[in-house]
């Protein structure tokens, strides 16, 4: 007997994989922050989950896991990317930046150190996704793409207000109401400097 719903003329029933076990794998060759690695993932696998499960690099977050909170952002040739809403197959010949690959401990990247010394964060979760973002936001002034709240935006230079940053960081949601401390670190860190 059949069961209702199967039918194999549309393609139903035929080659179904059982329940947890993945089909064939995918060779890929990934280049996150200058180093070349290489993975085998399932063709499924969002790069999120190949940065973090495959390649141990807990800098970037998983928090909503559906695009929504920026937890996740890395840069992908130099834009910011939801990681988790991309797939690690999808970005062989890309160059992959993630929080690690900006500055360490150490040697602190420009806006990480403004972070820093405007405590751009509390509990810490969302700041790799925040900085990643920030990175590519001002990549993005830079290069002169305006934002809904570009007040001319045929304006020859874009003027980096606080409306102006609050809205290229709308995507980037912090739980612990951080937003003033951040918004104050990119603007030293586009000023070129820290307070």
Known sequence: ????????RFGYGRQEAEPGRAGPLSAITLNVNDQVRRLEVDPRTSLLDALREQLRMSGTKKG???GQCGACTVLINGRR???CLTLAVMHEDDEIVTIEGLGDPDHLGPIQRAFV???GFQCGYCTPGQICSAVGML??????WPSHATADVSAPRITLTDDEIRERMSGNICRCAAYPNIVAAIRDSAEGGSR
Do not use: F, L, T, Y
Request: glycine share 8%.
């Open 139 to 144: 990549a993005e002034v830079a290069a002169g």
């Open 1 to 8: 007997m059949r069961k209702a719903g199967r039918d194999e």
């Open 64 to 66: 909503c896991d559906h």
């Open 117 to 119: 010394e405007r405590d």
């Open 81 to 83: 990317v939801n990681s």
